[in-house]
């Protein structure tokens, strides 16, 4: 999601939101939870207009380039923004996950295990029937009866 439709959607300003992002750098660090969209990108969701003509009125138009906000972006903006919107946003996220890990019953843990036990056999045996040729200018030697 965009920062400001996340802005409207917790009830506060843009500036505000990006503010609190700055002040909590930390929680937002790596890939995992937001980018700034580039000038390509923002054309691309039409967010301006084809014929490069500014819309009237005070702040209809954007002056910075947005953040986009993944899943776990939202989920760390929620628990760092000081609002009732955000404090409820941030409980419901939270019933979700523990809703998520509910529904994964024991049967469907025995099947995954299954699963990641099978898949680690295949990739072994694929290992074993693939052996690739040392490199290097030292060769192995052959042993005769090998007929290699």
């Known amino acids: 999601?965009?920062?400001?439709?996340?802005?409207?959607?917790?009830?506060?300003?843009?500036?505000?939101?990006?503010?609190?992002?700055?002040?909590?750098?930390?929680?937002?660090?790596?890939?995992?939870?937001?980018?700034?969209?580039?000038?390509?990108e923002i054309a691309q969701v039409a967010l301006r207009s084809q014929n490069v003509t500014l819309n009237r009125g005070r702040g209809s138009n954007i002056k910075y380039l947005p953040y986009a906000f993944t899943e776990l972006g939202v989920a760390m903006l929620s628990s760092v923004l000081k609002s009732e919107i955000a404090i409820n946003v941030n409980r419901e996220i939270m019933r979700a996950f523990v809703h998520f890990r509910l529904d994964i019953n024991?049967?469907?843990?025995?099947?995954?295990?299954?699963?990641?036990?099978?898949?680690?056999?295949?990739?072994?045996?694929?290992?074993?029937?693939?052996?690739?040729?040392?490199?290097?200018?030292?060769?192995?030697?052959?042993?005769?009866?090998?007929?290699?």
């Open 106 to 148: 024991e049967s469907t843990r025995h099947q995954l295990d299954a699963i990641s036990t099978a898949l680690a056999e295949l990739q072994a045996e694929h290992r074993q029937k693939t052996k690739r040729k040392p490199i290097g200018f030292i060769q192995p030697k052959v042993d005769e009866n090998d007929g290699k």
């Open 1 to 40: 999601m965009l920062d400001f439709d996340l802005a409207q959607m917790y009830n506060v300003e843009t500036k505000r939101l990006n503010e609190a992002v700055r002040r909590n750098r930390k929680r937002f660090e790596g890939d995992g939870f937001m980018f700034r969209l580039t000038k390509d």
